[in-house]
Every structure is written in structure tokens, then in C-alpha cells.
């Protein structure tokens, strides 16, 4: 199965004001700023697992 899917349900600006001096992007960073996107990667993740 091949897919290729893109997510902005986000701020980028904010995003990006909030990382710009931070050497490594973490997950709790990601999550603070684009929990929806982690939301849905996780319910993906979730469903394709199950196929």
C-alpha cells in the first residue's frame, strides 16, 4: 500500500516563532502546537495497523 497524504491543521507561524531556537523539534513541542495533527497520524497509525 503506497500513500501519500499531507496535514496543516495547525498555526505554522506560531510553530515556527516557538522552535526557531530549538536545535531538535521533540515530540511534546509537536504536540503542543499541532495536537490535532497528532491526533490523526495516530488514528492512521491505528487504522492501518488493523488492515
Known sequence: MLARLSFTDFNGQEFMN???????IDNDLILKFAPK???????????SESI
Open 18 to 24: 516557538n522552535s526557531k531556537d530549538k536545535k531538535k
Open 37 to 47: 495533527i497528532v491526533e490523526g497520524v495516530n488514528k492512521l497509525k491505528k487504522w
